[in-house]
Structure formats: C-alpha cells, structure tokens
C-alpha cells in the first residue's frame, strides 16, 4: 500500500510539472500572439505546436491550455479565421458574377468587355497570356476600377513582344470590391 501511494504522489508531481511547462507554453504563446500581427500569427501557432509536442503535449491539448491562458486571444483567432472564409465565399461569388469576353486577339494584344453582375461596385483586373506553340510570351493586364452593377466596360491589354503569337488565353478575372 506504501509503495502505490508513492507512485501515486510521484506520477502526481511529474504531471503537474509537466502541466506547468504547458501553461507556461501557453501564456507565452498568448503573449507573443496578443504583440503580433495577423501574418505572424500561424508561425507563432506553429512554433508552439512544435514545442508542445516537444514536451510530450499535442496541439489540441495547447488549444486547451491557451484557451484557459487567454480566452479573448483564442476567440480573436477563431473570428479572423471565420471572417476569412467570408471574405472569401464573398470573392468568389463575385468572380462568378463578373463576366469578361474576349472581342479582340492580335499581335497588338487583346481587347472585350467585362460585365458586372455583382450587386455592388468592383474592381476588376483581367490577365491575358499571349503565347505561340503552347509557350507564353507575354502577360497583358487591364484594369477596370469602379464597374457599377450591371454596367459593361471595354477593356484593353497591349502585347509588346516580337514574337508573333498565335493565341490569346482565356483572360484570367479577379474582382474585389471597389473602395
């Protein structure tokens, strides 16, 4: 019976020493996220992964931990993270609805219309690679700042090169909503 209650008490040290290099991890990991910008955020993140596992820990059980440490930073993260998968549902549906036709596609470069089927303003820029014989030769860009809903803008994008090309490329679109 004396030899289980020593275990018990050893196994009982080991662990809250080891809980205390979690906590530790954790508060530091909060402290350099609360000084950070969004961009050094999954660094931060994954260093203090790396080190908990280091420790023996795994990544949700520092979740935890930092949680506990610092709540409002925990749910700070989780709002970045959704606002992020808005923002980006939002981008693409309004790529799907900005529609760019191509009129034009010479050695002077390629021409068309972009219409907006959004429900407000975007920016638009549109990316036409020039090739011959499948190589690219050239990229060509228009800009189209301020399209209205449902308003139609031509567009140009110039190809400079010497090498005669035998293809415009789909014109690759992105849009963003206008400031």
Known sequence: MKHLS????????VLSC???????????T????ENAIVLQVGLILENAI??????????????????DECPNVMAALANVGEEDEARARQEAEMNARVHTKVDKCNQEGAAG???NSWTDSVDVTIEVQFT???????TGLA???????????????????????????????SVREAL
């Open 30 to 33: 909060c402290n350099d996220l």
């Open 50 to 67: 790396e080190e908990a596992e280091r420790l023996g820990y795994t990544g949700p059980e520092l979740g935890d931990a930092m949680r």
């Open 6 to 13: 020593w275990a018990f008490v050893l196994s009982s040290l």
């Open 132 to 138: 011959r014989d499948g190589i690219l030769l050239d």
């Open 113 to 115: 219309t972009v219409t």
């Open 143 to 173: 800009f189209i700042n301020g399209l209205k809903p449902k308003q139609t803008a031509q567009w140009e994008a110039l190809y400079f090169g010497d090498t005669a090309i035998d293809r415009c490329a789909p014109p690759m679109t």
């Open 18 to 28: 080891g809980g205390s290099a979690l906590r530790d991890l954790a508060q530091e």
